[in-house]
Nanobody, 115 residues
């Protein structure tokens, strides 16, 4: 099993930046990929970005160029750098870890972007 703890959310003005962190613990050596998802009120959870254990990255189209996912294997931490934030980026952001057929989720961190 894996435990995930997100941090770094908060209130920011449009155009600002935030960096989210997700610290993994437990069977981290079994993690194949980690990702960030977000869910706004009344909307489905959507993929923001993903990074594999070999460092390959992928992004949702609307985040490309503004968001950057990275990882520090020594710290078992995945980051999401978010720049040029927009009010529509307001959501709860969740960290996900993939281990074989299973996925694990953190509790989420709230990001609110004011106009």
């Amino acid at each position: 099993q894996v435990q995930l703890v997100e941090s770094g959310g908060g209130l920011v003005q449009a155009g600002g930046s935030l960096r989210l962190s997700c610290v993994a613990s437990g069977s981290v050596f079994k993690i194949a990929a980690m990702g960030w998802y977000r869910q706004a009120p009344g909307k489905q959870r959507e993929l923001v970005a993903r990074i594999t254990n070999s460092g390959g990255t992928s992004y949702a189209e609307s985040m490309t160029g503004r968001f950057t996912i990275s990882r520090d294997n020594a710290k078992n931490t995945v980051y999401l750098q978010m720049n040029s934030l927009k009010p529509e980026d307001t959501a709860t952001y969740y960290c996900q870890a993939l281990l074989g057929p299973y996925d694990y989720w953190g509790q989420g961190t709230q990001v609110t972007v004011s106009s």
